[in-house]
Structures are given as C-alpha cells and as structure tokens.
C-alpha cells in the first residue's frame, strides 16, 4: 500500500476514539441503547485497523519486544478481535473517559512505530463525535438532515451552470480500496466529493476522509487540520449559546454575562455592554 492508503487505517482508528469520546460526553443520552455492544464494535474496529498499519511495518516481533503498548494492541487483534480465545483478559477501564484515554496512548505509539509507513504530514486531531451517534442523539432523519444542510448553504444541491457543455462528468471515488482494482486511465474517470458535515467537528472528519481519498486517487501530498485549542474553543462556544449544535452562530442572550464577555473578545470589543 501507499502512505495514504494506510492513512486511511490510522484516520479510521483515530474515528474511533472520536467515538468513545462522544460517548464520554452524552452518556445520559445514550441510555437506551446498548452501550456494551457498541463499545464493543467499536474496539474491534479500533484494534483491527491499529494493525493493519503497524502490519505495513513487517516488524510485528521487534515492535512486540521493544514496546508493551504496541504488544497489548496485537494481543487485543488476535486474541479478541479477530478471534475469540478461551484465554483472553478484557481491557480494564472504569469510564469511557479513561477508555479514551487509553486508546488515545495506544494509537500514539502506533503513529510513532509506524511513521515511516506513514505521510510526513498527517495528523491526529481528535474530537469528540460520532456521526451516527450524533443523528440518534439528536433525533435528524434523512430530510430533517437535508434541511439543516439547505439551511447552512444555501446554494447546496444547486449546480453552478446549467450549460451541459461547462459540464465535466466523473464517477465518484468513494472507497481508498477501490484503487485496487483500478488502472490508470481509469483514475482520470474519477473524482472525490469532499464534503462538509453537520457540525464543525463532522466536518473536520469528512474533510480529512475526502482528502485521504483524493490524495490515494491523484497521488496528491495534501492534509488539512484543527488549529490549536479548535475543539475547545467550539465547545465552549457551543456551551455558552453562541453556536448550536450544528456549529451556526447564534445571537448571544443578553442577560448571560459570560457569553457576552467571549462576544466582546471575538470583536475587539466593538460591541455596547448589553447588560
């Protein structure tokens, strides 16, 4: 594989302690869904992409000697993900957060051993979403989504000419694994949609996806991520009122002082003190 075909594998592993982080935070509503169950799925896929990087590496016995870390994510593949052995000794964790916690130091170690197998630029910007989760949560059916979507851009779903000759018709390209199979005339009939979200950290996570895509396709060395301090900054925007939950800015309410203040430091202080 390339660099960027087993980015894919790092970012997909990433995804998953997004979700363990989503998880930590809106486990009240959660509560009626099986929690154990997804959990579960979501380790499998966590552990089983681990190792499909570090495999890229062909060091799986020095790696296994050198690093206890690495040895417990192997141990968790094929002792319990890929099989299930009678001897296997669960992962101990008390909270979702210390899961995260967890799983955030094991891919660590994987993005450390394998770097050479590895883009120089990529980069493992958590946040803490899940896609289906999010929609479950928060109750967005298909339509409600295409809603939210027309509401956030107004020109969503609307070509920009209706000329069929400034028209360039491609096949999307929608899985890295797809290049395979593919030769490489038939690459130039491809193109990737790179696609927003319904919040700014779905949004980050579709990007950065497209992006793997589009660099496996072209043969392109692109990456995009967060600034520093993104994912705190939007939740403390979102808490405070100023955003909803699908990252659109809202009018602040007077009477909160706090979301005044933030108000007043994002515009230099131009605006009059309301309360």
């Known amino acids: 594989m390339t660099k960027w075909e087993v980015a894919r594998y790092l970012i997909d592993a990433k995804k998953c302690v997004d979700s363990i982080l989503y998880i930590a935070r809106h486990k009240k509503s959660l509560y009626n869904i099986d929690l ?3 959990t579960s799925s979501i380790l499998r896929e966590f552990y089983i992409n681990c190792c499909v990087v570090l495999d890229e590496t062909k060091q799986k016995i020095e ?6 870390i690495i040895k417990r994510v192997y141990y968790e593949r094929d002792k319990d993900k890929a099989h299930k052995d009678s001897d296997y000794k669960p992962l101990k964790f008390d909270t979702f957060t210390e899961l995260s916690s967890i799983m955030k130091k094991q891919l660590r170690e994987v993005f450390v051993y ?7 630029n990529i980069t493992l910007d958590y946040v803490p979403h899940d896609k289906e989760l999010f929609r479950f949560v928060n109750s967005i059916s298909p339509e409600k989504e295409q809603e939210i979507l027309q509401k956030k851009h107004p020109l969503y779903g609307k070509m920009s000419s209706t000329n069929p000759n400034d028209m360039i018709i491609r096949k999307v390209f929608q899985d890295t694994e797809d290049i395979r199979n593919m030769t490489e005339d038939e690459k130039d009939k491809y193109a990737v949609v790179i696609e927003n979200g319904l919040n700014l950290f779905e949004g980050l996570q579709n990007r950065q996806d497209s992006i793997i895509r589009f660099n496996v396709l072209s043969g392109y060395n692109a990456w995009c991520s967060f600034k520093k301090d993104s994912v705190e900054w939007i939740t403390k925007m979102t808490v405070l009122g100023l955003l909803d ?3 659109m800015p809202q009018l602040p309410d007077p009477e909160n002082k706090e979301a005044m203040e933030e108000v007043r430091k994002i515009f230099g202080g131009l605006l ?3 309360t």
Not at 114 to 120: E, T
């Open 114 to 120: 394998c770097k050479d197998v590895l883009p120089d």
């Open 272 to 274: 009059n003190d309301q």
């Open 36 to 38: 154990r169950k997804k």
């Open 245 to 247: 939950i699908y990252s």
């Open 63 to 68: 790696m296994c000697k050198n690093s206890e």
